[in-house]
């Protein structure tokens, strides 16, 4: 299923609109549903309003009715991690979140897997969790 995620998110960055940074990403993440939803960075001209592949992809999950997913991967040029507000997101939304593991792709093909945990160990949560 990895092969399947990393190829979604490989396609999902051809497609990305990014005509200011020319930084290209693509996402994608495994619903617990056996669904994958890719997703693009979109920018635009009031950089404010840009979003991230990563939360294009967590978002049309959620919009699908899924509010939980099983793995991330993301295309990128040089596979860079998720930005700290789209690892702030999956960590809402991950299963087994300390060990939901993201696969950072270059554009050579590279993978780099790493787990939530270890890219972001200290999220914030509304309460102190028991
Ligand atoms: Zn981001």
Same mark, same amino acid.
């Given at each position: 299923?990895?092969?399947?995620?990393?190829?979604a !998110? +490989?396609?999902? &960055?051809?497609?990305a609109? /990014?005509?200011?940074? @020319?930084?290209?990403v693509? !996402?994608?993440?495994? =619903?617990?549903n =056996?669904l994958?939803? +890719? =997703?693009?960075?979109?920018?635009?001209p009031s950089? =404010?309003?840009?979003?991230?592949?990563?939360?294009?992809? *967590?978002? &049309?999950?959620v919009?699908?009715?899924?509010n939980e +997913?099983?793995a991330c991967?993301?295309?990128? /040029?040089n @596979?860079?991690?998720?930005?700290? +507000?789209?690892?702030? *997101?999956?960590s809402?939304?991950?299963?087994?979140s300390?060990?939901f593991?993201?696969l950072?792709?270059?554009?050579?093909? &590279?993978?780099?897997?790493?787990?939530? /945990?270890n890219?972001f160990?200290?999220?914030?949560?509304?309460?102190?969790?028991?």
């Amino acid at each position: 299923m990895s092969s399947h995620l990393r190829e979604a !998110a +490989a396609a999902a &960055r051809e497609v990305a609109y /990014a005509p200011y940074s @020319g930084y290209m990403v693509g !996402a994608a993440v495994l =619903g617990s549903n =056996g669904l994958v939803y +890719a =997703g693009c960075n979109v920018e635009n001209p009031s950089y =404010g309003l840009s979003i991230c592949a990563e939360r294009s992809s *967590v978002f &049309r999950m959620v919009s699908d009715g899924c509010n939980e +997913a099983t793995a991330c991967a993301i295309a990128t /040029a040089n @596979g860079a991690p998720p930005c700290g +507000a789209c690892l702030q *997101v999956l960590s809402e939304f991950a299963s087994d979140s300390p060990q939901f593991k993201i696969l950072m792709v270059d554009e050579v093909g &590279r993978v780099d897997e790493k787990t939530l /945990a270890n890219l972001f160990p200290g999220g914030f949560r509304l309460r102190a969790s028991s």
